[in-house]
């Protein structure tokens, strides 16, 4: 006989599942509305990441350091590091004490692009977010941060904010 009311019945980790869909929706939806904000720039999500890493690293980082930090991974890291140099936003060289790596350093020009682009990325993260006060993001990055360590503590992963 089916339930009398209208609620669906529960399954084991319904609740998990709602929470993980509300975090991919929100993502989305946030990093959609600062798309526009970084294509004024010409400049995608992924290429804003890779220099927001870079500028936190002015000694320069290897292609694996850089794909380990970023947000969303990128499979062709060395692609998009092409096409971020021919741009003239970043430039890369050799290591003189090992050949095989190749460290990879933010330029002016793109510590410049960078610049144009904090003010408007602040407005936008404070549009989207800040109508809820201090308070509850210090909790929701707490609890954000909670929900990532065990999975950073296995994959040995760390992400600095």
């Keep these: 006989m089916p339930p009398k009311n209208n609620r669906k019945a529960r399954r084991p980790g319904?609740?998990?599942?709602?929470?993980?869909?509300?975090?991919?929706?929100?993502?989305?939806?946030?990093?959609?509305?600062?798309?526009?904000?970084?294509?004024?720039?010409?400049?995608?999500?992924?290429?804003?990441?890779?220099?927001?890493?870079?500028?936190?690293?002015?000694?320069?980082?290897?292609?694996?350091e850089i794909g380990n930090r970023m947000i969303?991974?990128?499979p062709d890291i060395t692609?998009?590091?092409?096409?971020?140099?021919?741009?003239?936003?970043?430039?890369?060289?050799?290591q003189r004490s090992d050949r095989r790596t190749v460290l990879t350093r933010i330029t002016e020009a793109g510590l410049k692009l960078l610049s144009q682009l904090d003010s408007p990325v602040l407005d936008t993260h404070r549009l989207l977010l800040g109508h809820l006060g201090p308070e509850k993001l210090h909790g929701l990055l707490?609890?954000?941060?909670?929900?990532?360590?065990?999975?950073?503590?296995?994959?040995g992963e760390s992400y600095s904010l």
Excluded: H, M
């Design 14 to 64: 319904d609740l998990e599942e709602q929470v993980f869909l509300a975090l991919a929706i929100t993502s989305d939806q946030l990093a959609r509305r600062l798309e526009p904000v970084l294509r004024a720039a010409d400049i995608s999500p992924t290429q804003y990441n890779v220099l927001r890493i870079l500028r936190g690293a002015p000694e320069g980082l290897a292609c694996t």
């Design 72 to 74: 969303s991974r990128d």
């Design 79 to 94: 692609r998009l590091l092409d096409r971020l140099e021919k741009r003239g936003l970043v430039s890369r060289c050799r």
């Design 142 to 155: 707490q609890l954000l941060s909670d929900l990532r360590r065990p999975e950073e503590q296995e994959l």
